[in-house]
């Protein structure tokens, strides 16, 4: 017996002020950019080669402009964290791309959260085993809609802020990252043909931490607004 499966859609994200969607095809999510977030979480913060994992494409949950979106906290974890991180939206790409053309790529940038079981990471570092457990849950990572680059340009310094329930909880600037957006592009492109419709986290800032049942995120960051989710 034989199946026939109808093709699957991609999952895809809002663009700002329109109706159209961005499918996405891979994500890619860039640890330690910032040198305070890999002091906190033990690493060097100098500019070591950058490292990367994936998550899932439908692990994506869009979040709709200026409406309060519903989180779910995750089965399997007692230790829930939040990293807000700006999205990276690519429009091209190619493999062994220069520095000083991985810009072109973009299409937009996103207010984006990497949500994480942190408890399952550190066991699974402990255990040198993957991130996927903890990294690529369902809804794992919220992300606003996208602003392309003919109306933002390309974000290089500004604030990158969350709060819980009204506290600030990160708050850096764009500035401080160790690796630029188009360094990320650049080095990725050596390991994979990096192809439209890929998105890049790019990294969070220090103060990460866990966010429970109940409360409300908002991230923001300057020139792409904010996101509001309540976890539940």
Known sequence: MSFI?????????PIAGTDA???????????????????????????????FFMKPADALQPVPDG????????????NYHFEIEMVVALKS???????????????????????????????????????????GGDCSGPVGPLHPVSQVGHPARGSIALAVDGTTRQDADLAEMIWSVAEQIAYLSRYFEVMPGDVIFSGTPAGVGAVARGETMTASIDGLGSIALRVV
């Open 93 to 135: 790409g190619g493999r062994d791309i220069p520095v000083a053309k991985a810009l072109d790529c973009v299409y937009g940038y996103a207010v984006g959260i990497d949500m994480t079981r942190r408890d399952l990471q550190d066991e699974a570092k402990q255990m040198r085993r993957p991130w996927e457990l903890a990294k």
């Open 67 to 78: 409406q309060l979106a519903e989180h779910p906290y995750p089965p399997g974890t007692e």
């Open 5 to 13: 499966f109808p093709p699957a859609e991609r999952p895809a994200l």
């Open 21 to 51: 969607l961005f499918p996405v095809r891979r994500v890619y999510c860039v640890g330690r950019n910032y040198a305070a977030h890999g002091i906190e979480m033990g690493g060097d913060p100098s500019r070591e080669p950058p490292f």
